[in-house]
Every structure is written in structure tokens, then in C-alpha cells.
């Protein structure tokens, strides 16, 4: 992420709080920050995007066709407003609130953009993009 900021880009990493077990102590659990989608980040790719992709540490980029991939319109600006809830500390196993790091199954990992009354509406990376889904709160799992 440095180095394409470096180039001037904007870039943008959510990460979220994970419980984690030491390597050396194993009944030893810390509290760390991790990815909130694995490896993604999001990149303002500007009028050349060529360069993103050839910057080190980036592996890849998501394409759609011969174009980087775009995220729908508000979407980064709403992780980023969840950001403050996933860094405020482990959430506790009750209710679901906006900013959830949350998994679901036979889907993938996603963020709880907000709570409706039987569901949640989720961005999660899926299609060669992150997707905003309205899912059934009982589908919801908590990543640690």
C-alpha cells in the first residue's frame, strides 16, 4: 500500500480486530489487526491504472474485461464509515451491529453495512468485486 501511495495513489486497506493465538505461547490469544478482505484493497486508479499493477507487492488486480474492476458508487465511503466500529475492539457474540466482520457460508467474508429487521445488508467480495447483499440474519457468522 506505501508504495502505491508513494506513486500517488489513494489506497485504502479495511482491516478489522481478530483474536489470534501466539505462535510461541499457543494458550496465549492477542488481539490483532487483520485484512478485512484477505489480501484486497481498494486503489483510486486515476487516468493510468497500468502502473497499480506492476507496483510492488500488488499480486494481481481484479479485472473486468480488458478494465480494472469498479466498486459501485459510496460503497468504499460506507467501509470506511464501519471502520470505527471493526477497529473499536473484538465484538461480542450477541447482536449485529454495522462494522460486523462477519462470514457467510457457502459465500465468503463480508462487513455488515446495516441491520434491517430479519436481515443485514453486506459488502462482500464476490463476481471480481465487492457487492452489497441483503442476507438472512441467521445466515451470519462471526470471523475471529
Known amino acids: 500500500m506505501q508504495n502505491l501511495e508513494r506513486q500517488g495513489y489513494a489506497a485504502y486497506l479495511p482491516l478489522m480486530l481478530v483474536q489470534r493465538r501466539d505462535p510461541v505461547l499457543r494458550t496465549v490469544s492477542r488481539t490483532v489487526e487483520a485484512p478485512l478482505?484477505?489480501?484486497?484493497?481498494?486503489?483510486?486508479?486515476?487516468?493510468?491504472?497500468?502502473?497499480?499493477?506492476?507496483?510492488?507487492?500488488?499480486?494481481?488486480?481484479?479485472?473486468?474485461?480488458?478494465?480494472?474492476?469498479?466498486?459501485?458508487?459510496g460503497l468504499v465511503e460506507r467501509l470506511q464509515a464501519t471502520e470505527a466500529a471493526r477497529r473499536g475492539g473484538v465484538p461480542d457474540r450477541g447482536s449485529w451491529?454495522?462494522?460486523?466482520?462477519?462470514?457467510?457460508?457457502?459465500?465468503?467474508?463480508?462487513?455488515?453495512?446495516?441491520?434491517?429487521?430479519?436481515?443485514?445488508?453486506?459488502?462482500?467480495?464476490?463476481?471480481?468485486?465487492v457487492r452489497e447483499v441483503a442476507v438472512r440474519l441467521s445466515q451470519l457468522r462471526r470471523r475471529e
Not at 466482520?101 to 429487521?117: E, F, H, M, S, T
Request: aromatic letters at 8%.
Open 97 to 129: 451491529e454495522a462494522g460486523d466482520a462477519c462470514n457467510v457460508p457457502g459465500w465468503g467474508d463480508a462487513v455488515v453495512l446495516q441491520i434491517r429487521k430479519n436481515s443485514a445488508l453486506v459488502a462482500m467480495l464476490m463476481l471480481g468485486g
Open 37 to 73: 478482505f484477505g489480501s484486497y484493497l481498494f486503489v483510486v486508479p486515476g487516468t493510468h491504472w497500468a502502473p497499480i499493477a506492476h507496483s510492488r507487492g500488488v499480486a494481481r488486480l481484479l479485472m473486468a474485461g480488458t478494465q480494472p474492476g469498479m466498486v459501485r458508487a
